[in-house]
């Protein structure tokens, strides 16, 4: 049997959340994961005192994720064969192990 490859993580803004990008490539190396994209990055009004990932909505081929820490939030586009369930819990893997 094969091993599935690892999913890819797409460079295409210069700026992240700080501590962002090791959890995404953690992420990548997860079963079912194909491409993670870190994209818009913002400021909001709250505060969010730890890294925050929020799966958001799907999109074609996966799902939106929010990350939040402090007062700066980024969106993540994650393609993915996973469930949203299977997703949250494949976050809270990469988290974890931070």
């Known amino acids: 049997m094969t091993k599935p490859t690892d999913g890819r993580l797409v460079w295409n803004h210069s700026t992240h959340i700080p501590g962002l990008i090791p959890i ?43 990350a939040r820490q402090g007062k700066t939030v980024q969106e993540v586009f994650v393609l993915t064969t996973l469930p949203q369930e299977q997703l949250e819990y494949a976050i809270a893997i990469a988290m974890k192990i931070a």
Do not use: F
Not at 30 to 35: R, V
Not at 41 to 62: E, Y
């Open 24 to 66: 995404l490539e953690r992420l990548c190396q997860q079963d079912g994961i194909s491409t993670v994209t870190p994209a818009v990055i913002g400021r909001v009004k709250g505060h969010a005192p730890k890294m925050q990932l929020r799966v958001s909505v799907p999109i074609r081929g996966g799902y939106k994720v929010i």
